[in-house]
C-alpha cells in the first residue's frame, strides 16, 4: 500500500491543545450535471471566488484553467490581505467584486447561512442570481469541475481525475493532504516542541516517500497529470517562499531537493501552474496574517539525510551550476506538454 506505516499521519496521539488541528468542516452541497443537490452545472451562473495566495484556492484556478472553464465560470479574486472577519476584494476598484457588489466575502456566506458561524474560507463558488454560497468544500470542487462539468470542458482537456486510477489518485491525495498540504500547517502552528517534532518528521518522511516515487516517474499517477499532481504542487511551489522559513519546515529547502525541484519546475513551466501564482501575494498573506504559535526557544531540528547520518547539503558547483541551482536530478525524459488550456480570447 502506499501510505505505508512509519509514515502516516497519526490524529489524536498528542493533546489537542498541542497539536493543529484543522476545522474540516464546510458547505458541501455540489454542484452536479443532473442538479440532484438544486444546483445544476450552467454556463454563467456560479462565480468561483479566490485568492493567488491561498493554496486551497490555488488548486481550484489551476484545474478551471487546465480544463478550459473560464469562459463558463467567471473568477472573483480576493486580495492578499485580510482580518478575522472575512477575504475583501481589495483588488477591485471600489473594493467592491464587479459581479457580486460586495466588499466582504462573508456577505456571500451570510446569505446562504445567516450569522455564519466558522470561517470564511477561500475557495468558494457563489450562486450568482441569489448572491449566496453554494460550496467552500475545495476538495470537492476540483473533483466536480473534472467530472460534473465535463461537457464545458476545452478541447483536448486532461482528464484529471480518470476512473481507472481514482482510487490511486484518492489514496495518494490523503496522503498527500495529511502529511504535506496540512502538514506544513501542522509544524508552523505546533504549541510544544514535541507537537511540531512530531509534524517536522511527518512532512519529511513524507517528501522523502515522494522524492522517492517521483524520481522514476514524470507524475504521481499514471502518465499524464492528474489531480493528485495538482495538490502536490501547491504546497511545493509556496515551500522555499514561506514555508521554509515562516512555518519553521528547514530541514532542507526544496531546492536542495533535486527530484522535487525538478517536479515543481516542470510543473510551473506547465500552462494553468505558474501563471496562476503570485510570488508577493503569497509572501503577503503569510508574513502579515498568518502567526505561528511555535513556542520561542523551541529547538530545531539539524538539517539530516534519511539515515540521520549525514547533514543535507545543495549540491555543489560541478558542472557550472552554483549552489542555489542544484542538479535536476533522476528524473525520468520530459516529452512536451500538451495540457495548455487557453483558449483564444478566454479570459478570466
Given at each position: 500500500?502506499?501510505?505505508g506505516?512509519?509514515?502516516r499521519?497519526?490524529?489524536?496521539?498528542?493533546?489537542?491543545?498541542?497539536?493543529?488541528?484543522?476545522?474540516?468542516?464546510?458547505?458541501?452541497?455540489r454542484?452536479?450535471?443532473?442538479?440532484?443537490?438544486?444546483?445544476?452545472?450552467?454556463?454563467?451562473?456560479?462565480?468561483?471566488?479566490?485568492?493567488?495566495?491561498?493554496?486551497?484556492a490555488n488548486?481550484?484556478?489551476?484545474?478551471r484553467?487546465?480544463?478550459?472553464?473560464?469562459?463558463?465560470?467567471?473568477?472573483?479574486?480576493?486580495?492578499?490581505t485580510?482580518d478575522?472577519r472575512?477575504?475583501?476584494f481589495?483588488?477591485?476598484?471600489?473594493?467592491?467584486?464587479?459581479?457580486?457588489?460586495?466588499?466582504?466575502?462573508?456577505?456571500?456566506?451570510?446569505?446562504?447561512?445567516?450569522?455564519?458561524?466558522?470561517?470564511?474560507?477561500?475557495?468558494?463558488?457563489?450562486?450568482i442570481?441569489?448572491?449566496?454560497v453554494v460550496?467552500?468544500?475545495?476538495?470537492?470542487?476540483?473533483?466536480?469541475?473534472s467530472?460534473?462539468?465535463?461537457?464545458?470542458?476545452?478541447e483536448?482537456?486532461?482528464?484529471?481525475?480518470?476512473e481507472?486510477?481514482?482510487?490511486?489518485?484518492?489514496?495518494?491525495n490523503?496522503?498527500?493532504?495529511?502529511?504535506?498540504?496540512?502538514?506544513?500547517?501542522?509544524?508552523?502552528?505546533?504549541?510544544?516542541?514535541?507537537?511540531?517534532?512530531?509534524?517536522?518528521?511527518?512532512?519529511?518522511?513524507?517528501?522523502?516517500?515522494?522524492?522517492?516515487?517521483?524520481?522514476?516517474?514524470?507524475?504521481?499517477?499514471?502518465?499524464?497529470?492528474?489531480?493528485?499532481?495538482v495538490?502536490?504542487?501547491?504546497?511545493?511551489?509556496?515551500?522555499?517562499?514561506?514555508?521554509?522559513?515562516?512555518?519553521?519546515?528547514?530541514?532542507?529547502?526544496?531546492a536542495?531537493?533535486?527530484?522535487?525541484?525538478?517536479?515543481?519546475?516542470?510543473?510551473?513551466?506547465?500552462?494553468?501552474?505558474?501563471?496562476?501564482?503570485?510570488?508577493?501575494?503569497?509572501?503577503?498573506?503569510?508574513?502579515?496574517?498568518?502567526?505561528?504559535?511555535?513556542?520561542?526557544?523551541?529547538?530545531?531540528?539539524?538539517?539530516?539525510?534519511?539515515?540521520?547520518?549525514?547533514?543535507?547539503?545543495?549540491?555543489?558547483?560541478?558542472?557550472?551550476r552554483?549552489?542555489?541551482?542544484?542538479?535536476?536530478?533522476?528524473?525520468?525524459?520530459?516529452k512536451?506538454?500538451?495540457?495548455?488550456?487557453?483558449?483564444?480570447?478566454a479570459?478570466?
Amino acid at each position: 500500500m502506499w501510505r505505508g506505516g512509519s509514515i502516516r499521519t497519526t490524529v489524536g496521539i498528542m493533546a489537542l491543545d498541542t497539536e493543529f488541528i484543522r476545522d474540516s468542516r464546510y458547505i458541501n452541497t455540489r454542484i452536479t450535471a443532473d442538479g440532484r443537490e438544486g444546483y445544476p452545472v450552467e454556463p454563467g451562473r456560479y462565480r468561483l471566488v479566490a485568492a493567488r495566495a491561498c493554496p486551497w484556492a490555488n488548486r481550484t484556478l489551476i484545474v478551471r484553467r487546465l480544463l478550459g472553464l473560464e469562459g463558463v465560470l467567471s473568477l472573483g479574486l480576493c486580495g492578499p490581505t485580510h482580518d478575522e472577519r472575512s477575504w475583501t476584494f481589495d483588488l477591485d476598484p471600489g473594493g467592491l467584486d464587479p459581479v457580486l457588489g460586495i466588499h466582504w466575502l462573508r456577505d456571500a456566506y451570510n446569505k446562504r447561512v445567516p450569522d455564519y458561524p466558522r470561517g470564511v474560507t477561500v475557495p468558494a463558488i457563489v450562486d450568482i442570481p441569489t448572491g449566496a454560497v453554494v460550496t467552500n468544500d475545495f476538495a470537492r470542487i476540483t473533483l466536480d469541475f473534472s467530472s460534473e462539468w465535463r461537457a464545458h470542458h476545452r478541447e483536448g482537456a486532461p482528464d484529471l481525475y480518470p476512473e481507472p486510477l481514482r482510487a490511486e489518485i484518492d489514496e495518494i491525495n490523503q496522503f498527500v493532504y495529511e502529511s504535506v498540504n496540512n502538514g506544513v500547517y501542522r509544524c508552523g502552528f505546533a504549541k510544544s516542541q514535541e507537537a511540531y517534532d512530531a509534524a517536522y518528521d511527518t512532512l519529511f518522511s513524507a517528501l522523502d516517500r515522494l522524492s522517492e516515487r517521483l524520481a522514476t516517474r514524470r507524475y504521481l499517477v499514471g502518465d499524464a497529470i492528474t489531480e493528485a499532481d495538482v495538490r502536490l504542487f501547491v504546497t511545493l511551489v509556496r515551500f522555499d517562499a514561506v514555508y521554509h522559513g515562516h512555518f519553521k519546515c528547514n530541514r532542507q529547502k526544496l531546492a536542495e531537493n533535486p527530484v522535487l525541484w525538478a517536479y515543481a519546475r516542470d510543473l510551473f513551466q506547465t500552462p494553468g501552474f505558474g501563471d496562476t501564482i503570485d510570488f508577493q501575494q503569497i509572501k503577503s498573506t503569510t508574513t502579515r496574517c498568518i502567526s505561528t504559535s511555535i513556542p520561542p526557544g523551541s529547538r530545531r531540528k539539524a538539517p539530516r539525510s534519511r539515515t540521520g547520518s549525514t547533514p543535507i547539503r545543495a549540491p555543489n558547483s560541478a558542472g557550472g551550476r552554483s549552489g542555489t541551482e542544484p542538479r535536476l536530478g533522476r528524473r525520468p525524459p520530459m516529452k512536451r506538454c500538451s495540457t495548455s488550456s487557453r483558449r483564444p480570447g478566454a479570459r478570466s
